[in-house]
């Protein structure tokens, strides 16, 4: 083995700057272009380029001797270069002559047909609300007319959301995490009562959910914990009048929801995101469409009308109750783990960081999608070599 290495690093080191160069030459790209759509191609090149890259730098520090993290970390180069790189590609960052490009991503979803009003959405909204005299009793009196989001809307939507939780009509579906303490399960004592299926978190706006987001509401499946358990997220703004949410707005909440898809859940096929200042509500849908003859794909996006006063807060209580998978949660289930977030997707497997049931610990998982043997059969002769040089140098 020790005979071949010098050859091998070599060639290793070639690909490796190769690949740096075309993830940086994605990146100038990134910048030059003003199309929406061009821009999410491009970062997922550099998603898959900058998964590529990590492999083989793993496979360097096999040879080299040098340790080889199997323990779920991303090498610090490689998260300088790709993870950081795309964090500051987030529409969200960019300002031009202080017009944010969400509202022009909004106008450019306009242009191509792609952001358009939905009476499918309308009519699935419209199943899902919740409909109960009780909720009369939960309603305090909504914001008034410009009333800022810090310290006013944002506070009333998230003590009115910890209030619904508590209410005596509903019950949690499970209470097991770190907010079971808020999360009680409570008696039904109408039929009129609500089974949570997707735990509402009142206090999300202060942490980040995933990347560097912080989407102010944010519901997951049975109160599990990291960004593949995130069934729907939302966003709350000042009420400043009762019209519909500005471009700006929208382009916020659409573009964190494309996040979502495009770099942690990449194999949910659609989702639902809601805007609010606590008196009115809109919905949107995200879909994830599968290019023809390609592994690519894009996105179109659906709104519904503008439900204000309790109509909204219906909705998100219907929300609330739905089984994830009608608002398009797909569970990532593997036996014996259970899989916190992505972190990253090769041609012939996609990388976990997960939770090992059984003990607690978090591991990193890789799950083959290809069914030829010939990765493995690499990535077990790589690790062998680790293996040895880690005896020799102990």
């Known amino acids: 083995i020790s005979y071949h290495l010098p050859q091998e690093m070599a060639e290793l080191d070639k690909k490796i700057e190769d690949l740096e160069d075309e993830i940086e030459g994605y990146r100038t790209e990134y910048k030059e272009t003003a199309s929406a759509e061009e821009k999410r191609q491009l970062r997922q090149m550099i998603t898959t380029r900058g998964e ?70 309308n009519s699935f909204l419209d199943s899902i609300m919740l409909k109960g005299k009780w909720i009369d009793s939960i309603l305090p009196d909504f914001p008034s007319i410009h009333t800022q989001e810090q310290g006013g809307t944002q506070n009333f939507v998230s003590d009115l959301t910890t ?52 989407p102010d509401m944010v519901t997951r499946n049975n109160n599990d914990d990291g960004v593949l358990s995130i069934t729907s997220i939302g966003d709350v703004k000042e009420r400043i009048h009762d019209n519909d949410f500005s471009e700006s707005e929208v382009g916020h909440i659409l573009d964190m929801g494309t996040d979502l898809l495009s770099d942690h859940q990449i194999f949910r096929q659609d989702l639902i995101v809601y805007l609010t200042d606590g008196y009115k509500f809109q919905y949107f849908r995200l879909n994830r469409i599968k290019k023809i003859n390609s592994s690519d794909y894009s996105f179109d996006y659906e709104f519904s009308s503008v439900f204000k006063g309790i109509d909204g807060w219906q909705i998100y209580l219907g929300l609330l109750g739905v089984e994830p998978s009608r608002i398009g949660y797909l569970e990532v289930k593997l036996t014996g783990y259970k899989m916190i977030s992505l972190l990253g997707r090769g041609v012939s497997c996609t990388v976990y960081k997960a939770r090992e049931i059984q003990t607690g610990k978090e591991r990193l998982v890789k799950v083959y999608e290809d069914i030829r043997i010939e990765p493995r059969v690499q990535e077990s002769n790589v690790l062998k070599i680790y293996i040895t040089h880690s005896q020799n140098n102990n």
């Open 52 to 121: 590529t890259l990590n492999r083989l730098m793993d496979e360097k520090k096999a040879l080299s001797g040098g340790k080889l993290d199997i323990s779920g970390g991303l090498d610090e180069r490689i998260n300088e270069i790709v993870t950081g790189k795309l964090e500051s590609m987030h529409l969200s960052n960019s300002y031009q002559r202080g017009v944010t490009t969400e509202a022009e991503f909004v106008k450019d979803l306009k242009n191509k047909s792609l952001y358009t009003g939905s009476p499918k959405l």
């Open 163 to 214: 209030k619904i939780i508590l209410s005596n009509e509903l019950k949690v579906l499970s209470t097991n995490g770190s907010n079971s303490e808020i999360l009680n399960t409570m008696p039904i004592t109408s039929q009129e009562s609500l089974v949570i299926r997707n735990i509402p978190y009142p206090d999300a706006f202060k942490r980040v959910s995933f990347g560097k987001r912080k």
